[in-house]
């Protein structure tokens, strides 16, 4: 580690950390007895702590960001620049980073048209949800509310994106929820019998997974239901790829019955499954996109929500109604150093061939991940896309019985006494807290994904000794 702090400083950082900050996602009171971890430095895919202890990071900064590795100084250089010529301005108005950004994302998503800049996941599907309504009001009497969201998937933590999370224990004393978001079934092929499809499998149970959606949309009336939002692959409610036959089968479904569909990347968009995104291997055409933490590898604030020409035609009006437009700001969105950041992202994934990598190195750790479980009679199931992978850990194979999260939680642990950082699903899905999660940078090398299967062999021998 090549630090700038002396240990005093450190120590004082370390002390000043556990007096006045609130960390996200952590439950505090063991801080008063231990240490919280202070990050100090990264470089590639290393980060170092206060100590001075090295740790690959399978994680990408432990939430699926830092999609081209730590220390780019040609990103930090672009932030500055644009900074030092105008920081911000309300996105009332243009900027040239802004501008640039827009054409140069629509290239990469054929069919798309339109960037509304914001500054996080949740706002940015909290845009999307806001633009249903209003299109219910402007189109449709005030009818078509509703919006449909899927069992485990996630989009976020403001009120109105936890009313679309399908993710239970998330949720737990945040309520009461707002009106008209309704739960879908998830896809997963693996608990299929949670969705009383055991007898189904391959493209015959996606396209039944997929019709459970028509169902839901049948009994709540199809002139209600406004939009459906899923995730192409789920992220945090356990990595799950959908089944062959699903998404051609939910296109059809909105189509049908005049339903947007929204696809929320992200997390798997700019390049986490080895393609721009997520939605792309599939061949289907939404009606908004959502992303966040890939747009800027975590160097600035950005999150974009994107929609077509059509959607965009539908809030222009000549009318002498002063209120038919989307009234809508997003202070942070007229940042500048998001989309300088973006841009330099971007062409660091093009020239280095980094969505190349991704998809070589993801079969290379699903394989090895497979081979482990020849050895790990734990390991129930390997899925994902791309870099973006996950090993769900069982009691029991054969009926599938999840271990004990704490058991999960303690690999993770584990792992990194052994200095590499992986995830698992946490305070997620009650009872089923049980799958590691593997999202290591785009610039992954093979010596890495070596050193993460290792890891993960020898924490797994230990643990379940």
Known sequence: MQGAFSENDLSHVVEADKAHLWHHLLQHKPLETTDPRVIVEGKGMRVWDQNGKEFLDAVSGGVWTVNVGYGRES???????????????????????????????????????????????????????????????????????????????????????????????????????????????HCMEYRKHELGLE???????????????????LREGPETVGALCLEPVTAGGGVIEPPVGYWPRVQEICKKYDVLLHIDEVVCGIGRTGTWFGYQHYGIKPDFVTMAKGVASGYAAIACMVTTEEVFEM???????????????????????????ALENMRIIEDEDLLDNCA???????????????????IGDVRGKGLFLGAELVADRDSKTPVDEKLAQQVVGEMGAQGVLIGVTNRSIPGKNNTLCFSPALIITEDDVNKIIDTLDAALSKVFA
Do not use: W
Request: glycine share 10%; aromatic share 10%.
């Open 75 to 185: 990103i930090a250089k672009a932030v500055y620049d644009q900074m030092m010529k105008v920081c911000y301005f309300a996105n009332s108005a243009g900027s040239i980073p802004g501008s640039l950004y827009a054409e140069k994302l629509i290239s990469k998503m054929p069919g798309m048209s339109r960037v509304y800049y914001v500054n996080s996941g949740s706002e940015a599907n909290e845009k999307a949800f806001k633009m249903v309504r209003q299109i219910a009001h402007k189109k449709y009497g005030g009818k078509k509310t509703k919006i449909l969201y899927r069992d485990r998937d996630y989009h976020g933590s403001t009120l109105a994106a936890m009313s679309a999370g399908g993710q239970d224990e998330r949720n737990v004393q945040y309520g009461p929820f707002a009106p008209d978001f309704v739960k879908v079934p």
């Open 199 to 217: 007898h189904l499998s391959g493209e015959e149970f996606g396209i039944a997974a997929a019709n459970q959606i028509e169902e839901v949309i």
């Open 315 to 341: 809030f222009k009006d000549d009318s002498s109604d002063p209120l038919n437009y989307f009234r809508d700001i997003s202070t942070f969105g007229g940042c500048t150093a998001g989309p300088a950041a």
């Open 360 to 378: 070589k190195m993801g079969d290379l750790m699903r394989a090895k991940l497979e081979g482990l479980m020849e050895k790990h009679s734990v």
